[in-house]
């Protein structure tokens, strides 16, 4: 590609200096005309030429394969932020629970939370709290991360079921 390209440059060059130098030598008459269009077609196919020698198959196929790479990229790129975006707000409120819980002066264990997608945003939609039920830290956690009592399980609420 670079090959056609420096080619393609030496060409109009190549042109546009003997072009010039036709204008120069040329004196002051209607034959200045005539060289002067002659000089304007040998530009214009100088600067045409190349393209009709390119190989603008090998381009397409090569154009498509880069656009393929890209879309590629571009969907595995989205996917990790996603999946990052995801790992992000659960490990950021299990950090919250456990220190609000430690807080309140509980011996909190692991705490797991399961992050949901929304309309725009991932959010956090159950959690598992390893430590005995307190009133408290689920109305903080209902109040400050949204998620109703019904998809909060304590560690003592296993031995019941």
């Known amino acids: 590609m ?3 390209l420096r080619e393609w440059v030496l ?10 130098c ?12 005539i060289v002067r269009m002659c000089c304007a ?11 009709s020698s390119a190989d603008f198959s090998g381009y397409a196929r090569g154009m498509a394969m880069l656009r ?3 879309a590629a990229s571009g969907e595995i790129g989205g996917q990790s932020a996603e999946r990052l975006s995801r790992t992000i707000i659960e490990s950021e409120c299990a950090a919250y629970i456990s220190d609000k819980g430690e807080g309140l002066g509980l011996t909190v264990g ?7 997608w929304g309309d725009e945003f991932w959010y956090p939609y159950e959690v598992w709290i390893d430590a005995p039920r307190s009133d408290e ?16 399980y304590w560690s003592d609420d296993e031995t019941e079921t």
Do not use: H, N, Y
């Not at 830290?137 to 909060?152: A, F």
């Open 41 to 51: 077609a040998a530009m214009c196919a100088s600067l045409i030429m190349p393209l």
């Open 110 to 116: 692991e705490v797991r939370v399961l992050a949901k």
């Open 137 to 152: 830290l689920m109305m903080s956690i209902e109040g400050e991360l949204g998620v109703p009592r019904e998809r909060i």
């Open 22 to 33: 036709a204008m120069a030598i040329t004196p002051q008459s209607r034959v200045r005309g």
């Open 2 to 4: 670079t090959d056609l």
């Open 68 to 70: 393929e790479a890209a």
């Open 11 to 20: 060409g109009v060059a190549v042109t546009a200096l003997m072009a010039m």
